[in-house]
């Protein structure tokens, strides 16, 4: 079943609505209109006691205020650009700086602020919710009017899909992705640490001190990068590894082994509960973020749980970060007539 609720309003007195998608054995996904934002995803452990896994808030004012764009569709570029701006067929585009001299998650006004326009329907045991809004051209300095189309679907056997189209009438640069803070423990069942990851990744992007690419590769073989044989994520969290140390744990572009078809890429599993969740996606790579930056200080989460670092872990299934202004990266560029389309599952097991 689809049930639609008001979640509140915005300042304006825009009214942002939620969408619960319940399948038949109770598990569910809830999503608000402000951002395309996922809430919630209720779904059962190994001895099917359900719990909410994903970080978030209890009102609108939160999502607008804090921080750390919990659980929504950035855009139009997820993650950061250097330099706050790049160039396109010899056109210069100047973003705008919110992090320090650099450009993240789509500048002042992202998509995470947005209120999308939905459509809910039900075909037999899946469920479909299409949020859709229009980026004007130069919108925070993007060229092109770009019309976005996210589709989630989730179905009774607790698999829960992210599909995103787009359409430009004029050249430019789109990388979309969720921002779910995922916690399989429950979001309020304490640190990340004891939670086991596997990635089918062999090489990381170098960054700097500002968290930006340098261009170069690193092999995870011998580092704290090597997920290929499933470990926990606290095992290596706190290496002195000079590369890992920059973001106080992982807030890293790992490059998956992607042949641009949706496969099993990643697998996150919470050793306690037994909950497990298995991503496929057709994106290139992945942002895996341990929730080192959160800000303690900021209003508390759903039911006054605090906000504390290294809560959460993010999978934000991705084109690397700086891609416009590194060629060398799989282009990001989308030209009138093509299609954006990337899909990323998660598939919930226990």
Not at 258 to 266: C, D, Y
Not at 275 to 286: F, S, W
Request: hydrophobic share 30%.
């Amino acid at each position: 079943m689809i049930i639609k609720e008001l979640f509140g309003k915005k300042p304006c007195g825009c009214e942002v609505y939620s969408y619960t998608l319940k399948n038949k054995s109770g598990a569910s996904v809830k999503i608000i209109t402000l951002g395309a934002t996922i809430v919630s995803i209720n779904i059962p452990d190994k001895n099917n006691v359900f719990a909410d896994v994903i970080c978030g808030y209890d009102d609108v004012n939160s999502y607008l205020t804090n921080s750390g764009y919990q659980g929504a569709i950035i855009g139009r570029f997820g993650n950061r650009i250097s330099n706050s701006c790049f160039e396109l067929d010899g056109n210069k585009y100047k973003l705008y700086n919110n992090e320090g001299n650099n450009h993240l998650h789509g500048g002042k006004i992202g998509f995470d602020k947005k209120v999308w326009d939905a459509n809910a329907w039900e075909i037999g045991n899946t469920m479909y919710l299409e949020l859709s809004c229009l980026s004007k051209d130069m919108e925070e300095g993007y060229p092109g009017n770009l019309r976005v189309k996210v589709l989630y679907t989730f179905d009774n056997e607790n698999v829960f899909s992210i599909n995103y189209k787009a359409t430009t009438d004029k050249k430019t640069v789109l990388n979309l992705t969720n921002h779910a803070y995922f916690n399989l423990g429950g979001y309020n069942s304490g640190r990340i640490e004891n939670h086991s990851l596997w990635i089918d990744s062999e090489k990381i992007s170098i960054i700097d001190e500002k968290l930006i690419p340098t261009g170069e590769e690193l092999s995870v073989d011998g580092t704290p990068f090597d997920f290929r044989v499933e470990k926990l994520i606290g095992k290596d969290i706190d290496s002195e590894n000079t590369i890992l140390k920059y973001g106080k744990g992982y807030d890293h572009n790992f490059i998956l082994n992607s042949n641009g078809t949706i496969k099993h890429s990643i697998t996150l599993k919470d050793t306690n509960s037994g909950r497990t969740m298995k991503v496929y996606t057709n994106q290139h790579c992945v942002q895996v973020y341990t929730a080192n930056c959160i800000n303690e200080s900021e209003s508390s989460f759903k039911n006054g749980v605090e906000q504390r670092i290294r809560c959460a872990v993010c999978l934000e299934t991705q084109h690397a970060p700086d891609s416009p202004n590194r060629p060398e990266f799989p282009s990001c560029v989308l030209s009138p007539g093509e299609l954006y389309d990337y899909t990323t599952v998660f598939k919930f097991e226990k």
